[in-house]
């Protein structure tokens, strides 16, 4: 029988209203909190704070520059069909950025 069905079927024969099972569910959940200690935030070291504060603020532009990356790999060796010891060299988006930007 699955609890739905218990549930119906407690409904059915009136057998303790919401307003009872919800209270002793609150104080359950209370007395268990303040048995296992956990009502309490644990506090975490500072600098250990300001590590993950610092981590989780960065994550999203360290992907971004990952990202770009492997895009520029892609683009330029991959579908470009050129030496992939050019990728990363200065004048070779010197270059690309000449001919795009030109007054011509």
């Given at each position: 029988m699955s609890m739905a069905d218990e549930r119906i079927d407690r409904e059915a024969s009136g057998v303790g209203s919401q307003a009872?099972?919800?209270?002793?569910?609150?104080?359950?959940?209370?007395?268990?909190?303040?048995?296992?200690?956990s009502s309490e935030k644990k506090q975490r070291p500072k600098g250990v704070r300001v590590l993950l504060w610092f981590l989780r603020k960065?994550?999203?532009?360290?992907?971004?520059v990952i990202m770009l990356v492997a895009g520029l790999y892609?683009?330029?060796?991959?579908?470009?069909?050129?030496?992939?010891?050019?990728?990363?060299?200065?004048?070779t988006w010197?270059?690309?950025?000449?001919?795009?930007?030109?007054?011509s």
């Open positions: 009872e099972e919800s209270g002793s569910g609150r104080k359950k959940r209370k007395s268990r909190a303040k048995a296992d200690g960065s994550i999203v532009p360290l992907i971004m892609v683009g330029y060796v991959v579908v470009g069909k050129q030496p992939n010891e050019e990728v990363f060299s200065w004048a010197q270059h690309l950025y000449d001919l795009v930007f030109a007054d």
